[in-house]
């Protein structure tokens, strides 16, 4: 999966690119990551990449011409690595909610572009001209476009087929079957006198599907009863649970 990252302070990706899922992914070259920065395309004296808002008001905007030009330049390259038409995606709070549907539909999109917006974000023109879709994160507001970034790159790169070993398959995901996740337990077998639950030192690996399955449902039905609105159990949860 190639992936273009338009942002001002590209040093923050370090944290996705430098370790972890998504380092290795990059390591492994399962992942390609390139950095763009408006900044670059700076020819004022201050090398300006801020500009005032029409019609007054606090904060700033990006400056429309280093960031088109940064953009467009991670669209060309987009092209010439892969041969593909990439989507560029611009992180705001205004987008498409991220969700595990949405993370799987990135994953499987080709070639990405994304923007990371700083100050008050970017001219509604640029929004139309130079990008495809808007997400979000979540209903909530951050300083800047990084962190949102890094959260749809991995959230999207860990589903690329050999990102993840066999270890921690993107199967056993929470949210991969729309439900909440079961809980997880680890040595030692008593922690303040809670033991771990019988049937996961049983061996007998049916039941213990079965039980994972039902603690994903009732957690579910507890904690996020709108995940189960409209859904009913597939066939191969249906059997487990009769078993
Ligand atoms: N930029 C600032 N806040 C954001 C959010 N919640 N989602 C995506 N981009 C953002």
Known sequence: MWIGVVSLFPEMFDALTQQGVVGRAVEKQRISLEFWNPRDYATDRHRSVDDRPYGGGPGMLMKVDTLRHAIRDARERAHQATGLVPTVIY??????????????ALAAAGPLVVVAGRYEGIDERVVESDIDEEWS?????????????????DAAARLVPGVLGHQDS??????????????????PEVIDGKRVPDVLLSGNHAAIKRWRLK??????????PDLLKGRTLDTEQQRLLNE
């Open 91 to 104: 992180l705001s709070p205004q987008g498409r909610k991220l969700d595990q549907k949405g993370a799987q």
């Open 137 to 153: 994160i979540g209903d909530y507001v951050l300083s800047g476009g990084e962190l949102p970034a890094m959260v749809l790159i």
């Open 170 to 187: 993107a199967i056993e995901d929470s949210f991969n079957d729309g439900l909440l996740d079961c809980p997880h337990y680890t040595r």
């Open 215 to 224: 603690q994903s449902l009732g957690r579910t039905w507890q904690r996020r």
